[in-house]
């Protein structure tokens, strides 16, 4: 077993923090203030190559793993830029695309993705839902050649930047009459197709909306992949999602903790730096042994998933996400307490962290659901819904 990162990926996370480190928390903050995305920094990102390293090169991408993708958003958010994009776009659809889509699909989709000219959004998340992805009402049924898809979504990001969105909805099982998950993708310029920015307390550059499906007329190839493989499609997309989730939320854990490291070394009181502190001290370090500990179960499930091992990759996923999640908060609170009142104040950026860092544990699943799973999975335990 080996718990040192190859040579190719360090250079790679190197090579993606030299180019954070010209744009940084106050083009960030600068962004999500005025409304916009971070379209510089996207753009740059793509034509690097950065964005696509997890797809296939044959369409553009570098080839690599969920785990080369994982590595390039946690070095993103640990330089002040985190974006939800790069789990939606690449993460999710990219990987479903590559490996279920048509092949004029993935020609379709694939080099925009890894270019980062195209982006899709993803929608799964519906009103009366939540949670319980067996209640989803959104649904496709035939017209001829065509599909008519009637439904509402609910917290969708990015919308606003996307080209289209992979929309998971249901069909009528021809043999059974009952209704079977499926994937869709449906162009943002759609007629039929809504979308309304839901107003957030969150400042961030990715927004949220929600989608108003009315009799959206999609031709018979925006179906991806098997008709009846639906199910196994949407969870082969939902273990990325949570892996990169997990960088995320380690990334800006890690952002915040330098934040407050950098502060305790350097302030003083009655001329002793604030770090020396046992107070201060050992709280940064019990962040520092928990953000270590997320990053490796991340690093686990990255390598299960890139083995090919769902099952394993899914359960470790999951811990590695509520891991992330958890740490995230931790060192968002325990550098705003560190900097005082200073930790409110717009020069250091850490009070609008407070809420995003509290996203970390609500999605893209709440670590209740996370419970859960691991309380039926991997303990074996009375399954309580």
Request: charged content about 20%.
């Amino acid at each position: 077993m080996d718990f040192t990162e190859s040579e190719e990926r360090l250079a790679l996370r190197s090579a993606v923090a030299g180019l954070v480190a010209g744009y940084g928390p106050t083009y960030y903050r600068s962004k999500a203030q005025a409304g916009e995305y971070l379209s510089e920094l996207w753009t740059k990102a793509g034509e690097l190559g950065y964005l696509g390293v997890n797809l296939p090169e044959e369409h553009g991408g570098g080839g690599g793993g969920i785990g080369d993708l994982a590595a390039v958003l946690e070095e993103l958010s640990a330089g002040g830029c985190p974006t939800l994009m790069m789990v939606v776009s690449p993460a999710i659809c990219g990987t479903v695309i590559a490996r279920f889509g048509t092949p004029e699909q993935q020609r379709r989709w694939l080099p925009g993705i890894a270019s980062g000219e195209s982006i899709l959004a993803f929608a799964i998340t519906e009103p009366d839902a939540g949670s319980n992805s067996h209640r989803i009402t959104t649904t496709a049924r035939r017209d001829g050649s065509d599909w008519l898809l009637d439904g509402r979504k609910t917290f969708i990001s990015g919308v606003d930047v996307a080209d289209a969105v992979l929309v998971v909805g249901r069909t009528e099982d021809a043999r059974t009459g009952r209704l079977k998950p499926a994937l869709f993708l449906v162009p943002t310029d759609a007629p039929g197709f809504e979308a309304r920015r839901i107003e957030m307390d969150l400042v961030s550059p990715d927004h949220q909306f929600a989608l108003f499906l009315d009799g959206v007329r999609l031709p018979g190839d925006a179906l991806v992949g098997d008709p009846d493989s639906g199910l196994l499609q949407l969870f082969a997309g939902l273990n990325p999602e949570r892996i990169m989730a997990a960088s995320l939320a380690a990334g800006s854990a890690r952002h915040a903790l330098e934040r407050a490291v950098g502060y305790a070394r350097e302030r003083q009181v009655w001329g002793t730096p604030i770090g020396a502190h046992q107070g201060l001290a050992h709280p940064l370090a019990q962040v520092k042994i928990e953000l270590e500990l997320a990053r490796l179960m991340t690093q686990k499930a990255a390598a299960l998933y890139d083995a090919g091992d769902d099952a394993a990759a899914g359960e470790a996923a999951n811990m590695a996400k509520y891991a992330a999640g958890e740490v995230s908060a931790r060192a968002v609170d325990q550098a705003v307490q560190t900097l005082g009142g200073n930790g409110l104040a717009s020069e250091y950026g850490l009070g609008a962290a407070i809420a995003a860092s509290r996203l970390g544990r609500i999605a893209p699943v709440s670590r209740e659901m996370i419970l859960n799973f691991v309380a039926q999975h991997s303990l074996g335990l009375p399954k309580s819904y």
